[in-house]
């Protein structure tokens, strides 16, 4: 039985959802990859993305669990209006090829063309029953990228501590952005249209200091942490308020007992690069982590195929690629 869930759902459905969630990771994620948490669970199911209607619907067995389950995020800002993001269609295992997938399938499929979406884009793992899947329903891989891992302990006892050029200087902070550095941390997100994006439909956003915000409080109200370093450039005998970012780096973790944390983004604005930077905050920030917090023991990140520059900073600071991925996208 087809069902929708509503906002919030209750601690049942929640339970419902995250065993399927948990049981479909055990078989399709290598060993080595840690489990999602229920706060992870739970946190997207109850908080709404601040820029993406969403539609979580539920595929119910006749005992009341779930056999499947799926969440499609609808962009609300006018660029993306033409477009969706799939950020997950998961079939329990004992219930695959009864057709549960396709029957979500088929109900997202009609919501798209509904909503007057030309095109849905999808993260997967390769060589696993999710490509398989999506294959058959026409999705192509339109980037390719892969999953690197870094493991915190070793490379705060063998890399050398952070340094920076005559003229920058570190700065941290937990949770939401100061006010001070907002439009400034805001201009510095803007970099990351230059980013490979392959052949996906979805625009880079327009950043300002309200969505760096919203983005901030978002990872806060679903339960998790982000944590953020920066380099700053302040001009020559320029006062306080003055500071410019000129890169930066975020860690997330989506659960605080989370042993792996999560590298989003890491950017260097174009007027400052080639000096290090990138791989400077980077390590600055691991330290920061160790102190804030000692359990994490890996961070995970994902880095497009043809991101040669981020490889290489990867390499330099001792990640190692774990699995490959891509991102699929079907036109409708």
Do not use: C
Not at 2 to 21: M, N
Not at 76 to 89: G, I
Not at 190 to 217: F, H, I, L, N, S
């Amino acid at each position: 039985m087809l069902l929708t869930l509503g906002t919030p759902p209750s601690e049942a459905e929640t339970d419902a959802w995250h065993d399927v969630i948990a049981a479909a990771h055990l078989q399709d994620v290598p060993a080595s990859v840690p489990e999602p948490g229920r706060t992870e669970t739970a946190g997207k199911l109850r908080v709404r993305s601040p820029n993406a209607r969403m539609l979580h619907l539920v595929w119910a067995a006749p005992d009341g669990s779930y056999d499947g389950v799926a969440t499609l995020l609808l962009p609300t800002e006018q660029n993306n209006r033409h477009t969706a993001f799939l950020d997950a269609l998961v079939v329990r295992p004992e219930a695959r090829r009864r057709g549960v997938g396709g029957r979500l399938w088929g109900a997202i499929r009609a919501e798209l063309t509904a909503d007057g979406r030309s095109s849905v884009s999808t993260l997967l793992e390769l060589g696993g029953a999710g490509e398989a899947f999506v294959d058959r329903l026409g999705f192509g891989k339109v980037l390719p990228l892969a999953w690197y891992v870094q493991r915190v302990p070793d490379a705060n006892a063998q890399l050398p501590p952070a340094r920076l050029p005559d003229g920058y200087r570190f700065a941290d902070w937990d949770g939401v952005v100061p006010d001070a550095l907002a439009d400034e941390f805001a201009r510095a997100h803007d970099v990351m249209r230059d980013a490979p994006a392959g052949g996906m439909d979805q625009q880079t956003p327009r950043w300002d200091a309200e969505r760096v915000r919203g983005a901030a409080r978002l990872v806060d109200d679903r339960g998790g942490v982000i944590l953020t370093s920066v380099v700053l450039a302040t001009a020559d005998g320029a006062g306080e308020g003055t500071d410019r970012v000129a890169a930066y780096t975020e860690l997330v973790l989506r659960d605080p007992s989370h042993t792996r944390a999560l590298q989003y983004d890491t950017v260097v604005v174009p007027e400052h690069r080639g000096r290090g930077l990138g791989r400077a905050v980077k390590r600055h920030l691991l330290g920061t982590l160790a102190e804030r917090h000692p359990g994490v023991r890996e961070i995970s990140t994902s880095v497009a195929d043809d991101n040669a520059p981020m490889l290489a900073v990867n390499a330099a600071l001792g990640y190692r690629r774990e699995r490959p991925a891509g991102i699929f996208q079907a036109k409708l």
